[in-house]
């Protein structure tokens, strides 16, 4: 990753209000935020997209990965980062 990517990946980071999360599982890291406490927007890395074990198993069984928007794990992870107060609801 080049400088120039870092700080345009921090810009977004803080304009979208959006904090890392780990999968729990698979370690995939993507950026989440919540619009509110039934929204979650999820924004993939191509690596965590590598990452996820969920999306790989996915890609391996032919499915588009559109079907597949997010692993549960992953959900999980994101939804115990909003209640431990990790996640800021915009
Ligand atoms: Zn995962």
Not at 11 to 19: D, M
Not at 21 to 50: H, I, L
């Amino acid at each position: 990753m080049t400088r120039a990517d870092v700080v345009a990946e921090r810009r977004a980071y803080l304009e979208g209000g959006l904090a890392d999360v780990a999968c729990w599982r698979c370690g995939a890291c993507v950026r989440a935020g919540k619009r509110s406490p039934q929204q979650t927007s999820v924004q993939w890395t191509v690596r965590a997209g590598r990452d996820c074990a969920t999306l790989a198993a996915a890609d391996a069984a032919g499915r588009p990965r559109a079907l597949v928007p997010t692993c549960p794990d992953l959900r999980d992870s994101i939804d115990r980062a909003a209640r431990e107060g990790r996640l800021e609801v915009a």
